[in-house]
């Protein structure tokens, strides 16, 4: 049974960091492209960043230079290192594991949150 487990969200001020983890069980890892979305209380949820299989990565335009995304196949886990936050990155955050052939063996966690405040 595929598992999506997020850690690492918290309160922070505008222009700290925070690192979020997202761990992986029952799936092949390397199989899956990851993403990191979040969702701000009233909005849709959006695309943060996303890293495929083969290491390619994306980023929205409002975290580009600030967040970074990386994944360890050991682990089976993705990273988001969040720096220079502001109030507007406040939201609950995402991941999401997607099999690069089978786009509807998709697996979301339950989020966790990150509140950044001034």
């Known amino acids: 049974q595929a598992q999506v487990t997020e850690s690492g969200g918290g309160s922070v001020q505008a222009g700290g960091s925070l690192s979020l983890s997202c761990a992986t069980s029952?799936?092949?890892?390397?199989?899956?492209?990851m993403g990191w979305y979040r969702q701000a209380p009233g909005k849709q949820r959006e695309l943060v960043a996303a890293i495929t299989r083969r290491s390619d990565i994306t980023y929205a335009d409002p975290v580009k230079g600030r967040f970074s995304i990386a994944r360890d196949s050991g682990k089976s886990t993705v990273f988001l290192q969040m720096n220079n936050l502001k109030e507007e990155d406040t939201g609950v955050y995402y991941c999401n594991a997607v099999h690069w052939n089978i786009r509807t063996a998709s697996y979301w966690g339950l989020g966790t949150q990150v509140t950044v405040s001034s």
């Open positions: 029952g799936i092949i890892f390397d199989n899956h492209d």
